[in-house]
């Protein structure tokens, strides 16, 4: 099973980054997914949530109405659209399957800096 995120890069404030996660070795559209960010000397935050079909989303406070999560269970992928970015947003975003124990990817660099 893993996890394969792209995506990150260096944006300025105000402007506008997509994630992906694209899955393989396992059953992807029967696992809920979420993406989490993580800066240095802090906790991994989850950043947004979404059931395996898509019926259920959840956010952290610090991104609604700014982030998009979706997935696509034919392509296997998990997306995360980012608008508005902010410099606080700056973190390593991981993306995460609750299949047994949980499955990370090895997290993409997302830096908002003018």
């Known amino acids: 099973a893993r996890l394969v995120e792209s995506g990150g890069g260096l944006v300025q404030p105000g402007g506008s980054l997509r994630l992906s996660c694209a899955a393989s070795g396992f059953d992807f559209g029967r696992y809920a997914t979420s993406w989490y960010r993580q800066v240095p000397g802090k906790e991994r935050e989850r950043v947004a949530a979404i059931t395996s079909i898509g019926d259920s989303i959840d956010y952290a406070d610090s991104v609604k109405g700014r982030f998009t999560i979706s997935r696509d269970n034919y392509k296997n992928e998990v997306y995360l659209s980012m608008n508005a970015l902010k410099p606080e947003d700056t973190a390593v975003y991981y993306c995460?399957?609750?299949?047994?124990?949980?499955?990370w990817g090895q997290g993409t660099p997302v830096t908002v800096s003018s």
């Open positions: 995460f399957a609750l299949v047994g124990s949980g499955i």
